[in-house]
Each structure stands twice: as structure tokens, then as C-alpha cells.
């Protein structure tokens, strides 16, 4: 099997009857018009809640099924002095999730501790034995994050020890949905809340809107300080952006206003996050995804998810530097890890001929850190453009990580193998497994008869789309403001990618023996680009099409204009 090398250009051509309606409604840019068009965003009533999207916009928390249960438990138990576990998943969006929870509920005075599965000893999601520790602990009442829509037996469990139950998760149901005194997912039958598709630090959030909602009607908060929800938004953001959710609907607003948060944050956590990862200025959610997010994750990823969690609640500056510091480390850590088993699973590739044939990846092997393989199998879905998924071997058990493509829905291709699997969740996108080792070769064979049986040759090929072809002169400074009142950009509203045809190629050179630098020329006008990790393109023709986004770029004070390469070929004359 070899790499993807070639990418198929498809410039989108959206419906002109609504672009010009919307140009004519809302006084907009005929491109941003055109953008709003391409992402389903039709109507002038959409378009501008989507341009303006303010918190005022977030959908009524209690159309979530369950709600009411959940708000009414978490009351009485304040009222009683009860005791709370929040119950999280160890990936960002689980740490978020827990800290939001943690620092509200100590906000309001409410009795909570926090559990989060280690995930070499007890795996993913609420087990039998976090339970039994929580109930040790004193717990009446376990409230869980980012997790427990598939947790039936567990639930029972619950049950059988007095402890009230309450989910709030985001990952695709099973065929049961388990007996507790609440189950909050907008993915669950017959929830009427408009929004499908929050990541679990949203859910999260939605339930602290309904508690401060309710407490604020019983006048909880006379004479008291009331906790001011804006505040949250940076682990909101954090979460959301780090678990690679759709930015639409309410997941866009949080993720707005969040970031703002985030750049502002006065979480001691937070600003010693920031530092550690080099990142200062403006926090986009670039910053998000490729630098805070990994270090809050790392420590989860290879031991004990509640360093992050404490770094996130921590109020001491010099504390919050010495756990980052640690983050910081434990990430270098698990990258040399990540180009390890990289390296590994990429000869095991090369090395297997039968993979040529295949439109599934499945590998496994006894040398693997559970933690990492997620990001790998990432990685090779890049390289590849295949279903992917890795398996860690010990004593005969194997955990595996999955990701997909946009064509091939992961999860469900899990349920159709589930008679190979001990256990599995997740997503359209990613998607984590256990497995006996017995079934493996099973497995293997009804997970590419599945791909097989759902993919074609197209569907291999990677898609680059296109918004639009531009002239030399429509690229402009004030075209890139243009864009930015779309952001914040990310899965679901991606960042804008055009084209340009017939550019001579006047420069080029290799930066740091990785990426590519182009002088091109074209209508005129000279325009600097940069191909990030597209050494590989030279050489490169004399003539080019070139697909890209559109940055300002500062360097020593000074800004210019910059085409941000995605893809080139050879220029062809039209």
C-alpha cells in the first residue's frame, strides 16, 4: 500500500439564487455569501445569526431529555449537603468537562470530588470499580462527563449501591440506554434539543446554565456572590475545540467566545499552560488544537489524567508552572512515543502485501502504548486515506484506537463487527475498542469487508474543496478581513481555501529542511507562499495552480500578505 500522494480539487459551486438573496439581504461580501451558501447556511435569518452568533443564541437547556431530573438531584443534594462525584473521561474534552463541573460546583458550595479512570488500569469510561471507589468516598450522587451512554451494567451497579446516577455525555448511544435517575445526550431517542452535535464539555455547560437557572428562581444567590458563566468559557473552548467537533450552532458561539476567554483567561492554570506552549497574543484555535490541547492530554494519555485537571482548578501561579512544566514533559514523552509506534505501524504496513488490496487499515502489536495509538492511527489516515485503527496487545487483551475518513462512518462500521469486539464507542470520526486477542483476525476481515462493501475508489482519494477561484487582484489585505468574520474556523466551518491558476514560480526555496517557500507572479502582482511540510513538492514546475488560504503574516514588525499553500500542480492553461 502506498501513501496518498494526489489530492482531487473540487471547487464548490453554490446555489446563486441564495447567494444573491443573502448579498441583497444582509449587505454581505458576495464570497461570504457564497461561504454561507456552500455550509448549508441558507436564508438571510440564518446567515446573520450565523455572522453575528452571540451567547444569546444557545439553545433552551432544558429540550434536553433529562434535564429536569438531573437539576432537581443536583439541588436536593446541595440542599442535604450530599456528596457529588463528577466522573470524567481522561481526553481533553473529559478533563475540561470535570474541571467546568468542579469549579462550579465548589463555586456554589456544593460537596464534589472528581474521579478519572487511569487508562492503563481502568480503561475507558465508568467501571464497576470507580463506582465502589466513589461510593468509598461518599458519594450519593455521580454525575458523568464525556462518558456513560453505553454504561447499562454499570448503571445497575449504581443502583444496587444507592447512588443516583446522572449522564451527560455526547457519543452515539447503543441499543440500550441505561437506568438512571437521568440520561443527557442530545443524541438520544427522542430528545428534541436542536443541536446533535456538542462535544461532552458542551453538555456539560448546558447543565450548569439549567443549575444556575434554577438556583437563580429559588433566589439561592441573595446576598451571596453568583458565579458568572462567561468565566467557564475557556474550558468550554478548550474542550470543544481539542475533542474536533463541527464549529456550527452553539459548539461556533462557544468557541468565540471561549477563545476571547481563553486570551484573557485569569486562570492561573491556564496562563501557565499558555506559557509553557510558547503561546501569547490573540489564542485561535490553532493554538487550541496543536499546542494547549496536547499537553493537557498528554499526562492522561500516559498516566493520570488529573494533572490536568488540577493545573485547570489550581489557584497558586508557582504550583500551576511546576504542573505545566510536568505537561510539558510528559508531551515531549509522548511524541518520541507517537514517532515510535509511527515508525513501527508504517514497516508494518510496507511489509504487508495483502494491505494493497484493502480499504481498511488494522494493526496490532504487544510493543504499543494504548495512549498514543489514537494520534497515530491519525496519522496514517493522513498518509493513507483509510479507516484506520490500531490495537495494543497485553496478556492477550488488546485496546484499540480508531479514526476515519469523511466518507465512512466509524462507529457504525464498529456495530456491524460488534461480535468480534468485547466492548467499543465513540463516533463518525474516532472511535476506541476492546478486543480478545482470539478474534483479532476475525475482526480484521469483517472490518474491511465492511469498507469494502461501503467505499470507492473516489472515496480513497482525498478531497481538497475549493470556495472559489480568485483573480491576481481579488487577492487583497481586506479579503483576508473579509474572511476572518467567519471564524473561528475548524471541523464543519473550515477555513476558506481558494485557487489560483497560471502562477509563474520567480522563487523557491526549503526552510528548516521541511517546508516550502514560493515567490509567485501573476496578473502583475508578486505574492510570497509558504507549503508547510510540502518539501516534498520540489521540484517544482515553472507554472502553477495553487490552492491556499489567505493570512496576514507579522514578522519583525512588519506585516504582508501571504498565500498559506495546501496543494500545487502543474498550471493549466483553461
Known sequence: MKPVSERRWSIREPDLTEVELLVKECGIHRLVAAFLVNRGITGPAAASRFLSSSLADIHDPYLLLGMEQAVERLVAA???????????????DGI??????????????????????????????????????????????????????????????????????????????????????????????????????????????????????????????????????????????????ADI?????????????????????????????????????????????????????????????ALGVELLLCNNRQKAVEMA???????????????????????????????????????ASEAWHPGVIGIVASRIVDMFHRPTILIALQDGNGRGSGRSIPSFHLHDALLACSEHLLKFGGHKHAAGLSIDESTLEGFVEKFDEVAGGLLTDSDLTPQLGIEAELSPNEITAQLVETIDSLAPFGMGNPEP????????????????????????LAGGKAFDAVGFNMAGKM?????????????????????NLQLRLKDLKAGERR
Open 96 to 241: 475540561t468537562s470535570v474541571a467546568l463541573l468542579i469549579g462550579f460546583f465548589r463555586a456554589i458550595g456544593l460537596d464534589c470530588f472528581y474521579h478519572i479512570p487511569k487508562r492503563l488500569e481502568e480503561g475507558y469510561g465508568l467501571s464497576v470499580e470507580g463506582i465502589d471507589s466513589a461510593a468509598a468516598h461518599g458519594a450519593r450522587v455521580i454525575v458523568t462527563v464525556d462518558c456513560g451512554i453505553t454504561a447499562v451494567a454499570e448503571a445497575a451497579h449504581c443502583i444496587d449501591v444507592g447512588i443516583d446516577l446522572l449522564i451527560t455525555d455526547h457519543h452515539t448511544p447503543g441499543d440500550a440506554i441505561p437506568q438512571a435517575l437521568a440520561v443527557i445526550n442530545p443524541l438520544r431517542p427522542g430528545c428534541p434539543f436542536p443541536f446533535k452535535l456538542p462535544a461532552g464539555v458542551g453538555v456539560a455547560f448546558n447543565l450548569l446554565i439549567a443549575l444556575r437557572g434554577r438556583l437563580r428562581e429559588r433566589r439561592y444567590f441573595a446576598g451571596k456572590e453568583e458565579p458568572d458563566l462567561r468565566e467557564y468559557l475557556d474550558l468550554v473552548a478548550l474542550g470543544t475545540v
Open 325 to 363: 512544566a510536568e505537561l510539558d514533559a510528559s508531551n515531549a514523552e509522548r511524541q518520541a512515543l507517537e514517532q515510535e509506534i509511527l515508525r513501527d505501524a508504517l514497516a508494518m504496513v510496507k511489509g504487508t502485501p495483502k494491505l494493497s488490496g484493502r480499504k481498511s487499515i488494522v494493526l
Open 539 to 559: 521540484p517544482v514546475p515553472e507554472v502553477v495552480d495553487v490552492a491556499f488560504s489567505l493570512q496576514i503574516n507579522n514578522w519583525n514588525g512588519r506585516q
Open 497 to 520: 481555501v481558494f485557487m489560483l491558476r497560471q502562477a509563474k514560480v520567480a522563487g523557491r526555496r526549503i526552510l528548516k529542511e521541511s517546508h516550502l517557500k514560493l515567490t509567485l
Open 245 to 305: 467537533v463541527p464549529l456550527v450552532d452553539e459548539n461556533r458561539v462557544f468557541v468565540k467566545y471561549g477563545l476571547s476567554a481563553l486570551t484573557n483567561s485569569a486562570r492561573k492554570g491556564v496562563q501557565a499552560l499558555k506559557a509553557v506552549a510558547g503561546v501569547s497574543g490573540p489564542v485561535g484555535c490553532g493554538a487550541v488544537g496543536f499546542r494547549l490541547a496536547p499537553r493537557l492530554n498528554a499526562a492522561g494519555r500516559l498516566e493520570d489524567a
Open 78 to 92: 446541595l440542599d442535604r449537603g450530599e456528596r457529588v462525584c463528577v466522573y470524567g473521561d481522561y481526553d481533553v
